[in-house]
């Protein structure tokens, strides 16, 4: 497709179990982020992978938090032994340079973890 | 601690008039400033940008203005419109420091009525 796609768009799952989230970026896009707003709050950075060079991690919020990146292409996102607070909408976004700071978002992941 | 500040949550204003969004930023090394829109249930969609090397950049009704002195920028819409309602987000990007994510402020909600 044209855009970022993620799926689920929704997932609703039950405390303590893993969830998995799919971004499929732009094709060509060598920049692959992932960020999650929670209720009421910003735009948080979890994590991003550009190109073959080592992702930055810094913003993943715990070691329940991981994310893979195949080349240039799918990104999953997993999160294990899931927590009330990690609900929130769960954004990918992809980028190509020059102009790797606009990045092109997906419409996001709704999680809810009962 | 927050590296992008944006200090209004909310913002009202009438249909024809002027919005005005501000943006405060703490980290000296910033020097890609940009505007993301977003309406309910969709993912940011870029705006407008501004390097450090300029002091304002216009597109037609935004214009986006950069004080570097004071760390602080601003996006100016004129004039408004209904359709203009919508989170914005402020975000900021060290292009010299490559391999860094955008920094995203926690938005502020425009609403604007005719």
Same mark, same amino acid.
């Given at each position: ?5 993620? /799926?689920? /768009? ?17 094709? *060509? ?15 948080? !950075? ?18 329940? !938090? /991981? ?18 607070? %990690? ?12 102009? &790797? +700071?606009?990045?092109?978002? *997906? ?5 809810? #973890?009962? | 601690?927050?590296? #992008?500040?944006?200090? @209004? ?6 249909? *024809?008039?002027? @919005?005005?969004?501000?943006? %405060?930023?703490? &980290?000296?090394?910033? %020097? ?9 249930? +969709? ?18 009704? !935004? ?16 004039? @408004?419109?209904?359709? %203009? ?8 990007? /060290?292009?010299?420091?490559? *391999?860094?994510?955008?920094? !995203? ?10």
């Amino acid at each position: 497709g044209a855009g970022v796609s993620q /799926s689920p /768009s929704n997932k609703v799952t039950e405390k303590g179990k893993d969830v998995e989230l799919r971004c499929d970026p732009i094709s *060509g896009h060598t920049a692959l982020y992932w960020y999650r707003q929670r209720l009421g709050q910003g735009l948080e !950075f979890l994590i991003y992978f550009q190109g073959n060079s080592a992702p930055d991690k810094s913003g993943l919020p715990s070691d329940r !938090f /991981s994310a893979e990146r195949t080349g240039e292409s799918v990104s999953t996102l997993t999160i294990q032994r899931t927590q009330q607070e %990690d609900s929130a909408v769960y954004l990918c976004a992809s980028s190509s340079p020059p102009g &790797n +700071e606009k990045l092109f978002f *997906g419409s996001g992941t709704q999680l809810s #973890v009962l | 601690d927050q590296q #992008v500040k944006q200090n @209004s949550p909310s913002l009202s204003v009438q249909e *024809g008039r002027i @919005s005005i969004l501000n943006c %405060d930023y703490t &980290n000296s090394m910033f %020097d890609y400033f940009l505007w993301y829109k977003k309406y309910p249930a +969709e993912g940011p969609t870029f705006l407008i940008s501004i390097s450090s090397i300029k002091d304002k950049n216009e597109d037609g009704r !935004f214009t986006v203005f950069l004080n570097k002195s004071a760390k602080h920028l601003s996006l100016h819409i004129v004039p @408004s419109q209904p359709g %203009d309602s919508a989170v914005y987000f402020c975000a900021a990007s /060290s292009i010299n420091q490559a *391999g860094t994510a955008l920094i !995203f402020g926690k938005g502020t909600t425009l609403s604007v009525s005719s």
